[in-house]
């Protein structure tokens, strides 16, 4: 069988050293293509400043390389090569000179600067949740070229399938400089291709160890053991995932595209796979690696095959999550007087979900009783006597009233809908509910409230508000030298001739609202008049929604606040 060549870059005049990274690495271009190129050698120093040698480096980035492109996924092209004899792998510049690479740890540093968060220290800051963030927010573009499918359209789409692949090869190497963003000079985004997969295929085995497992009767000993320890660079709850367990979590947040990544995964031949690896010449990989390699990669994918049950019944459950309803508990501090996101209430799969977020860290906050475990998340089939006790019994006339003005009917009563409109409030305590924005089936940002300050206004605006009608839309005002609160938002009638002052925002959503308002990738948004009930109390009287469309860098309630809590 032909094998792959091995190209000799040793006539190669040097451009230029790569300093990431703690291989040997340097950029040339070759004269014969005009090519510019990174060669990586497997030869580096330890911590000790000893020379030595990472062997099998160079194959298994080959490997990982073919195994990619048969399954579709965008990376970096690479083959064998040699330097002053060190050996390595070459790969084109996968950059325009124009573009710029973002890897991950500054894309982590920014997106912690977005959520106000503290990093932790070294790779425990790649949590998943945050990486997830950074692709569906910042990143956003699949890699240049990419040819959208039914399922795979976008940066976390194809992200997955890197993960994937990690799983095969048992990659435990992609850490927070091993995923990165190309930047072009417009500004636009887009994932880099995968990249960097040496550090797999249990390359650094020797070859007793290797033939040892693999003929070995303690199946503690074999290697559908020994694949099962391969650990990422990815982090959930502080805890450290194994591949496979990334690629699920990930995947988890799309489970159609995790689908779509295994049914490619279950065309794969295994005869493929064996090519591959054969056509590595003997010189520089032995045939206890090759046979070691090969039993890696089958059995890694038959355990990956055996995760489509897992996506096909998040799917099956897909319906039921996008209906899920989520309000905050947010609580007033009485040092100083402002408002904390403490807890937060969903319901779904006919069953109330409540967990503390990170504002309950807060050192005046008491957790509720009999919920004083912060870091627990406390299930029940009813709604948890704290949200009961705020709202108005169903047996009390006021009940239908208080229905009826917040537009919501008792045949199909919404709870967690009432109480994120009514607010819930108490005048014996310090505790508001607030509702999470929904995202609907348009992909648009939208949230109910009533208007706040209508006791304030003077008789004529009263008598405005007195005559508004259903649907009609209103207009937004940035009050930036409000003496009161300097992100208020006021809401007034669009006439023509002469705005009048109806009310104002709700404090909470001012933020959400200004960070909308101010986005240039803003393409519409609109207030309008859900209902006006005029006999109501002030505080109930005006209720409007507040509808946009969701830019694609837009993360609502962005502070590290209303994140769960974690010990």
């Given at each position: 069988?032909?094998?792959?060549?091995?190209?000799?870059?040793?006539?190669?005049?040097?451009?230029?050293?790569?300093?990431?990274?703690?291989?040997s690495k340097f950029w040339y271009t070759d004269p014969a293509d005009q090519i510019e190129y990174i060669f990586k050698s497997i030869h580096t120093e330890d911590k000790q400043g000893t020379p030595t040698i990472r062997d099998g480096e160079d194959w298994s980035e080959k490997i990982a390389c073919e195994i990619a492109s048969l399954l579709g996924i965008?990376?970096?092209?690479?083959?064998?090569?040699?330097?002053?004899?060190?050996?390595?792998?070459?790969?084109?510049?996968?950059?325009?000179?124009?573009?710029?690479?973002?890897?991950?740890?500054?894309?982590?540093?920014?997106?912690?600067?977005?959520?106000?968060?503290?990093?932790?220290?070294?790779?425990?800051?790649?949590?998943?949740?945050?990486?997830?963030?950074?692709?569906?927010?910042?990143?956003?573009?699949?890699?240049?070229?990419?040819?959208?499918?039914?399922?795979?359209?976008?940066?976390l789409d194809v992200f997955i399938g890197y993960l994937l692949l990690d799983t095969i090869i048992s990659n435990q190497d992609r850490h927070s400089q091993n995923w990165a963003m190309i930047e072009d000079k417009k500004g636009n985004n887009y994932l880099s291709p995968s990249f960097d997969h040496g550090a797999s295929l249990g390359r650094n085995e020797?070859?007793?160890?290797?033939?040892?497992?693999?003929?070995?009767?303690?199946?503690?000993?074999?290697?559908?053991?020994?694949?099962?320890?391969?650990?990422?660079?990815?982090?959930?709850?502080?805890?450290?995932?194994?591949?496979?367990?990334?690629?699920?979590?990930?995947?988890?947040?799309?489970?159609?595209?995790?689908?779509?990544?295994?049914?490619?995964?279950?065309?794969?031949?295994?005869?493929?796979?064996?090519?591959?690896?054969?056509?590595?010449?003997?010189?520089?990989?032995?045939?206890?690696?090759?046979?070691?390699?090969?039993?890696?990669?089958?059995?890694?994918?038959?355990?990956?095959?055996?995760?489509?049950?897992?996506?096909?019944?998040?799917?099956?459950?897909?319906?039921?999550?996008?209906?899920?309803?989520?309000?905050?508990?947010?609580?007033?501090?009485?040092?100083?007087?402002?408002?904390?996101?403490?807890?937060?209430?969903?319901?779904?799969?006919?069953?109330?979900?409540?967990?503390?977020?990170?504002?309950?860290?807060?050192?005046?906050?008491?957790?509720?009783?009999?919920?004083?475990?912060?870091?627990?998340?406390?299930?029940?089939?009813?709604?948890?006597?704290?949200?009961?006790?705020?709202m108005i019994p169903s047996n009390r006339p006021e009940f239908k009233k208080m229905l009826q003005w917040s537009g919501l009917h008792s045949n199909d009563l919404d709870e967690l809908a009432l109480l994120g409109i009514t607010g819930g409030a108490r005048k014996t305590d310090q505790f508001r509910i607030i509702s999470q924005p929904e995202v609907t089936?348009?992909?648009?940002?939208?949230?109910?409230?009533?208007?706040?300050?209508?006791?304030?206004?003077?008789?004529?605006?009263?008598?405005?508000?007195?005559?508004?009608?259903?649907?009609?839309?209103?207009?937004?005002?940035?009050?930036?030298?409000?003496?009161?609160?300097?992100?208020?938002?006021?809401?007034?009638?669009?006439?023509?001739?002469?705005?009048?002052?109806?009310?104002?925002?709700?404090?909470?959503?001012?933020?959400?609202?200004?960070?909308?308002?101010?986005?240039?990738?803003?393409?519409?948004?609109?207030?309008?008049?859900?209902?006006?009930?005029?006999?109501?109390?002030?505080?109930?009287?005006?209720?409007?929604?507040?509808?946009?469309?969701?830019?694609?860098?837009?993360?609502?309630?962005?502070?590290?606040?209303?994140?769960?809590?974690?010990?």
């Open positions: 069988m032909e094998t792959y060549p091995i190209i000799d870059i040793s006539s190669q005049d040097i451009d230029d050293y790569e300093a990431m990274g703690t291989k965008p990376h970096a092209h690479y083959e064998l090569a040699v330097h002053n004899g060190e050996r390595g792998t070459r790969s084109p510049n996968f950059t325009k000179p124009d573009e710029n690479l973002v890897f991950g740890n500054h894309l982590l540093e920014r997106i912690a600067t977005t959520l106000a968060t503290a990093l932790e220290k070294g790779e425990r800051c790649q949590r998943i949740e945050l990486i997830s963030i950074i692709l569906d927010r910042i990143i956003v573009n699949p890699p240049c070229g990419w040819v959208s499918t039914t399922n795979i359209k976008d940066a020797s070859d007793k160890v290797r033939l040892e497992r693999m003929q070995s009767k303690d199946i503690g000993r074999q290697v559908c053991t020994y694949v099962t320890k391969c650990k990422s660079h990815f982090y959930f709850n502080s805890k450290k995932q194994k591949t496979i367990d990334a690629f699920i979590m990930m995947g988890s947040n799309r489970p159609n595209a995790a689908l779509e990544w295994l049914n490619r995964l279950s065309t794969l031949n295994p005869e493929d796979i064996v090519d591959i690896i054969d056509a590595i010449p003997s010189d520089i990989m032995s045939q206890p690696a090759k046979l070691f390699a090969i039993e890696m990669i089958l059995v890694n994918m038959a355990r990956l095959l055996t995760c489509k049950d897992i996506f096909i019944a998040t799917i099956k459950k897909t319906r039921e999550f996008l209906i899920m309803k989520s309000v905050y508990v947010i609580w007033r501090d009485y040092e100083g007087g402002m408002w904390h996101p403490v807890a937060r209430l969903t319901y779904g799969q006919h069953e109330y979900r409540f967990n503390y977020t990170k504002g309950a860290a807060n050192k005046n906050f008491i957790p509720f009783p009999r919920m004083t475990d912060k870091t627990k998340t406390y299930l029940s089939t009813e709604l948890f006597s704290f949200f009961k006790n705020r089936s348009n992909g648009e940002f939208k949230v109910r409230f009533f208007v706040n300050g209508i006791s304030h206004l003077k008789e004529e605006e009263l008598n405005r508000v007195q005559n508004l009608a259903e649907n009609e839309h209103l207009y937004l005002v940035l009050e930036d030298n409000n003496e009161f609160d300097c992100n208020a938002i006021l809401i007034t009638t669009n006439e023509s001739e002469k705005e009048t002052k109806v009310g104002y925002c709700p404090k909470y959503f001012n933020c959400d609202f200004r960070t909308l308002l101010a986005n240039p990738k803003l393409n519409k948004y609109e207030i309008t008049v859900v209902k006006i009930n005029h006999s109501a109390p002030a505080q109930f009287r005006l209720l409007c929604e507040f509808t946009s469309s969701w830019p694609k860098k837009f993360i609502p309630m962005v502070s590290e606040d209303y994140l769960a809590y974690s010990a």
